[in-house]
């Protein structure tokens, strides 16, 4: 029973009934066209045959029951495959809509601690006939960006490959793949997820912090504690709501060029501008800008230190300006400001600011102090790269991809984009409660690329 | 917000995400003849028809977080109908073992305590056209019997009534129907929930006790300590199974003639004989018979005082006789020496009784004492008259009516059976680890009765 990294037992000791710390991910994946109607039993049978088992797919805590102080990993000999692997179905008639309204049900119930720390989802009856996969997987386990890359790694990029082994299987028996090459795994690598941000942070020597408040002295700089107060800066209940969809990598990739901007400033415009749209309709819109909190992993050549890689920079989203050009400028000069400055600093001066950023988020841990405190940021957006070419699990061809993350007290809404082939997947994951209508944001992220796309038209 | 009672916030603050304190039914309905191949959305539409919502619907607890410490009820005016009314499918070949295990699961998960206390699923792509309703209510807010006759008040006994409204209408707003008469009500209270009893027993003054322990001195009676320790005693995760079956009243009731017993002899015959072979089958059946609690609800005549008549008998299942008469005399004999010393007490030597018997059931909150202690009772088992009459919703014939219960630190298996016209249907809900292979227990259940029939053949 060897005792747990402390930055794996903070999420479990920091998870409530309210808060549970698991990443996910929702697939969606176009049947072969030689197959028949059992298209799902067909792929059930074929993530069976994977007997073999990783131990991250084995471990589960010592002391399940335990709040306080160490806990153990026990790692198990015995897998119940019946219980972490099932088959589900959809209500007729059976749209994307009613996947996401399973999804956020799944999405929300806390994993079994008595258990390894993982589920999966394999889901029919989509009238489209897409075979859809909910993955979860327990934070303690895994960050966000280790979730996709494993995930990716069950996955080829061959159509004909028939020997793709399930996500469980040991690294080695996997079936070889491009995203596995060292440059694709690099290009993960660039943006990692919003908890594996929170992750480093909890691990930070309390005395390093004073030192990281004078790499905060650039003015550019949007700085903590300047966010608006707003709907989205509460208390949060255990239910989720999850919303999903696909936009073209070229749509997003012209407008970006049309802007002078990267891919991410218009997925950060995106975002921005819809939820200007969503607050507006809710008489909710601040005045002052709404901030991002954007993790981050920039690491110095040639480090190969994972450790030390994340960190987190705040983005001003500029939802105080009504103008979409206006808005998309002062994001970037905004994004663009706060990597040059990580880009002058060491590692550890990075991840202190990462510390100042995002040390709100471990608020969680005291009930009700984000009510009335000030929130650091608004929303957290994520923005993952996966593979560059389309992917096929033994000739499934995966034509959506959904992170689906961890909202947080003090903030209700989590959006986590990734892309594959030629598609930029966006996974939106809120407090039931506090955001209300969450699947309206889509039409939003929609609308506000058509006014980008317009504005340079 | 008023605070509420002992017995109700005891099942809140004993509750963990191991010990969920809810209890569920599922029932099967059989479509209309006139009905579409929508026949799913017609019934949802239906239930989502009935806008008014009675308390016990509404209620949620004032301070969810709370571990200790009484708690208070909040009386919510909005209900988010689409959190608690799910529409749910089954993955194909959709047969009811399919329908099972997503009930098991459903029936493991904890209810989100920032809502009122229930759901409802409403299941469609059985193979055999039948509608599933699984539904879900916190043991805070209502015992299995009181669930049971509020799922009966809200069907008819009439095929073509269609004015019934949902579980959650206001008890006026429910169509009318047999089962409210004063006749059929009272014939669902001779017989209580085991959760119901703890609930009793919770309250009970402690300088009682010593009183109690007078009106077992009668050396018929089986005596609490008395059972053996089997597997079935250990401390249980938080995952379930569920399995549920339905026989004929009529070879029941058959039997039960034939030999010289009551239908609940019979029960629990069929019970013994099952577990009987469920444990020989593990080469783990005791030497000593295994000892069941059976709550039961024996009122002085005329008694109106609700909260007094309920208690739980020891029955001797005989499990150490290899013949199935022998062992079924020694059942009936073991119930009867225990109605018999019931019946001669006042209402409250009975409910001090069922202290006693169930007492052990209390140390659910001690965790790991369950797998030192002797235990007092083996399995509970209980028997839940229904109605006499078939009934429908809205044109829906209920074909099948499972309840699903609690199993308890200590007590890894909990049987509860109701009968409903010419069908006694039995529910069985087992810890998932330390109950392995659940479901054979019904292939036993049927073996054990056509073991009693040949016997008298």
Redesign the interface.
């Given at each position: 029973m060897p005792f747990m990294p402390v930055s794996d037992s903070m999420f479990l000791i920091g998870e409530?009934?309210?808060h549970p710390f698991h990443v996910g991910g929702l697939q969606l994946f176009k049947p072969p066209a030689d197959i028949g109607r059992?298209y799902?039993?067909v792929f059930y049978e074929q993530l069976m045959a994977t007997t073999e088992v990783s131990s991250d797919f084995r471990k589960r805590p010592g002391q399940?029951?335990a709040v306080m102080g160490n806990l153990t990993w026990i790692i198990d000999d015995e897998i119940?495959f019946?219980?972490h692997v099932?088959?589900?179905?959809?209500?007729?008639p059976?749209r994307v809509r009613?996947l996401l309204?399973?999804t956020s049900?799944w999405h929300?119930?806390?994993l079994?601690?008595?258990?390894p720390l993982w589920e999966m989802h394999?889901v029919?009856?989509l009238s489209d006939g897409r075979l859809a996969v909910y993955t979860k997987m327990h934070h303690a386990v895994i960050d966000g960006v280790g979730a996709l890359r494993m995930m990716m790694r069950s996955l080829s990029d061959d159509p004909d490959a028939r020997d793709c082994q399930a996500v469980w299987a040991p690294a080695k028996k996997r079936a070889k793949s491009s995203i596995v090459s060292t440059t694709n795994t690099s290009a993960l690598d660039l943006v990692r997820g919003a908890a594996g941000a929170v992750k480093q942070i909890v691990s930070i020597p309390p005395g390093l912090l004073k030192y990281g408040r004078h790499a905060l002295s650039d003015p550019q700089l949007v700085r903590p504690l300047s966010a608006p107060h707003t709907m989205l800066n509460v208390s949060i209940?255990?239910?989720r709501r999850f919303a999903a969809q696909t936009w073209s990598m070229e749509r997003i990739k012209e407008a970006g060029k049309a802007l002078g901007g990267t891919v991410n400033d218009v997925v950060l415009a995106m975002c921005s501008g819809a939820l200007r749209t969503y607050l507006e309709e809710r008489n909710a819109l601040p005045d002052k800008p709404l901030i991002a909190m954007c993790p981050v992993s920039i690491r110095a050549e040639g480090d190969q230190n994972a450790g030390n890689s994340v960190t987190a920079l705040l983005a001003n989203l500029a939802t105080d300006k009504p103008d979409p050009l206006e808005r998309f400028s002062a994001i970037r000069d905004s994004v663009q400001a706060a990597k040059s400055v990580l880009s002058e600093m060491t590692p550890a001066q990075r991840m202190l600011v990462g510390a100042l950023n995002g040390a709100p988020a471990l608020s969680a841990a005291v009930?009700g102090l984000v009510d009335r405190a000030t929130p650091a940021f608004n929303v957290i957006i994520s923005n993952v790269p996966g593979p560059r070419t389309d992917m096929f699990w033994n000739g499934f061809e995966m034509d959506g991809c959904y992170p689906a993350s961890i909202p947080i007290d003090g903030v209700a809404l989590n959006i986590t984009c990734t892309s594959s082939g030629s598609s930029m997947h966006f996974g939106l994951t809120g407090c039931?409660?506090s955001v209300p209508h969450l699947q309206r944001i889509l039409s939003h992220l929609e609308e506000a690329l058509v006014q980008l796309e317009e504005s340079v038209a």
């Open positions: 409530t009934r309210e059992d799902a039993e399940p029951l119940d019946e219980y099932r088959r589900e179905a959809l209500p007729s059976a009613e309204a399973v049900r929300s119930a806390p079994d601690r008595h258990r394999v029919e009856g209940g255990g239910a009930p039931r409660t």
